[in-house]
């Protein structure tokens, strides 16, 4: 079996139900999967390092902010997501500061796990279709009036810099919105000119100081087992 591209770094504290995870990993995804404890510095990861796991248990803020730096220094080679989220609601709230390529739950499956981070590896989103759509939901019900004369952003750009803070990509948001990656482009120029921000970082960071956290997703049951939001799902 060819190896894919990169691997993944987990970041933990060791114990045997890690080492037993990564061993399970190891054992079914075509990737290697190295731990490392939280208090390693993000700039130790390996450079063939292509999607670095977060456990939501053992990392705070500061070091979700740290690895998200390290990723921006890399060119966002280097995609992030978190591990052991207790539900939707808890999701929102870490996607309201944090710029996430996968998101998995305490309740998921060590198959699901292992499916989601095969499909980022291959650079594709990895989080359910439920938090997708009530991110969508969030920023097109959000009262704009407070801001809308300071920026202008029409309803459509909102709900397109709402999706970049789930860490979507352009391919993705077209798709979600059913119009043309051209057509996103577009949108994503207006956006930084009408906000005076330079690039994707500066526009999330933006949204979040300015739309705030999205609500929690009253909706939400992890239990019906969501779709996970990648192309190769209807």
């Given amino acids: ?25 190891n054992d079914h995804v075509d ?17 063939e390092t292509s999607v670095v796991l977060l456990d939501h248990d053992h990392v705070d803020d500061a070091l979700l902010q740290a690895w998200q730096e390290e990723a921006s220094s890399r060119g966002h080679r280097l995609c992030i997501a978190a591990l052991n989220l207790k539900d ?14 996968g998101v ?9 796990i292992c499916k989601g981070i095969g499909r980022l590896l291959e650079g594709h989103l990895w989080m359910s ?8 939901e969030f920023f097109r019900k959000q009262s704009i009036n407070s801001y809308r004369p300071a920026c202008g952003l029409t309803q459509r750009e909102l709900e ?7 860490g979507a990509s352009n391919m993705q948001i077209a798709d979600r919105l059913f119009v043309s990656e051209h057509t996103v482009k577009s949108h994503l120029y207006n956006i930084f000119k009408k ?18 956290a999205p609500p929690p997703l009253f909706h939400f ?4 087992g969501a779709k996970r939001c990648n192309h190769s799902t209807p």
């Fill in 31 to 47: 990737c290697t999967v190295t731990l490392l404890s939280p208090a390693d510095a993000p700039s130790s990861v390996a450079e």
């Fill in 88 to 101: 939707g609601d808890e999701a929102a709230e870490v996607l309201s500061y944090a710029h996430l390529s």
């Fill in 129 to 136: 279709r439920s938090l997708m759509s009530h991110l969508i």
């Fill in 104 to 112: 998995f739950y305490r309740t998921d499956s060590l198959d699901m």
């Fill in 195 to 212: 906000i005076d921000v330079h690039n994707r970082t500066q526009a999330v960071n933006w949204a979040r100081q300015n739309l705030g």
């Fill in 160 to 166: 397109i810099i709402g999706l970049l803070g789930s």
């Fill in 221 to 224: 049951d992890q239990r019906k």
């Fill in 1 to 25: 079996m060819s190896q894919r591209n990169g691997g993944v770094a987990f970041v933990t504290e060791q114990n045997p139900q890690s080492s037993l995870f990564i061993d399970y990993i």
